[in-house]
Structure formats: C-alpha cells, structure tokens
C-alpha cells in the first residue's frame, strides 16, 4: 500500500477510534435517543457506518477476484469531489441501497467490535493489493460512481463524518438526553 493511502487509512482510523470513544463515554439514554422519535439514535447510525464498511469489503473482495477494471476516471474525480462536497454539507441524504439501514438495535460493544474487525479486513484488502490495482475499481457507490482504492477510503471517512456532524447537530439539540 502506497503511503499516502496509508496515511489516508490511519486518519480515518484514528477518526473513527475517537468517534468510539466519545460514544462509550455517552450514557444508555444519549446512545438510544433518537431526535424527533423517529430519526436514527447515535446507536442506529454506528450501525450503518459498520454496514456500509462491511458491504464496501464484501464488494472489494469480489472485485479484486477478476481483473482489473477502470476507475472512474478524471470525469469519476470530478463527481466524487460534488459527492465530497455534499457530504461536508448540513445536509441529509436517504441512504441509496435498503443493505445499509439499521435493523435492530445493536449494543455498542458488538458494534465497536464488528466495525474494528471490518477495519482490519478493510486494511488487508488494500495492503494486499498490487500496483495494477491501485488505480482500479475497488468499490462502485451508487450515486459517486466507480472508486478507486483511496477515493474509497476517502468516502468512508466523509460519510462517517457526515453522520459524525449530524449525531453532534442532535446531541446538542433541545430535548437531548445529556452526556
């Protein structure tokens, strides 16, 4: 793996071992609020940050099982800089495939633990690929199109921040259980 991917994975590892963290350290009632009565608790939203990691490994596996297939290209950087800078944005987004909606609530201890291992499954995929492959499709999004291997990490860290930001937004929110 290339340093600057390298570099690019550890932020977004430190990033999400510190977003762990903040969350142990909530109380149960901030971890299963949920805004309006209805939105995702901090609970729901870990869950998809670790269903949307899983599947983008599950998908890169199957991936890297055949030959090597063109990233998106400049056109494919150019939309994923839009994609970037809507992420970075208040605003809020349906999640595009029902795979990655939470299901159950999930006890944030599993939760830690699946997104850790899906962590180091992502980490082994990408410190295993071969040069032919770092510049080839690892993951296809469904509204940012064909991503390379960084574009992405890339993703995974903006889409986590995104969420990381509106759980914040919530948190401070009137009616919101304190800390």
Known sequence: MD????????????????????????GEARLT????????SALDTVQHLVLVEEGVVGYARKKLLGPPQPD?????RLRFALFVAAMRSPLRFRAPVPQVLP??????????ERWTEGGAALRALLEGLGEEREQALFFRH??????GPAETVAFLHEHGRHHEAILRRAWASPGAPAA
Not at 33 to 40: D, E, I, L
Not at 72 to 76: A, E, K, R, S, Y
């Open 3 to 26: 340093t600057s991917l390298a570099r690019k994975l550890d932020g977004m590892e430190r990033w999400r071992d510190g977003l762990l963290g903040d969350l142990a350290a909530a």
């Open 33 to 40: 609020w949920r805004p309006g009565g209805t939105a995702w």
């Open 72 to 76: 998106g290209g400049l056109p494919g």
């Open 103 to 112: 299901k159950e609530t999930v006890p944030l201890a599993r939760l830690q």
């Open 142 to 147: 469904p509204v940012a199109g064909p991503l």
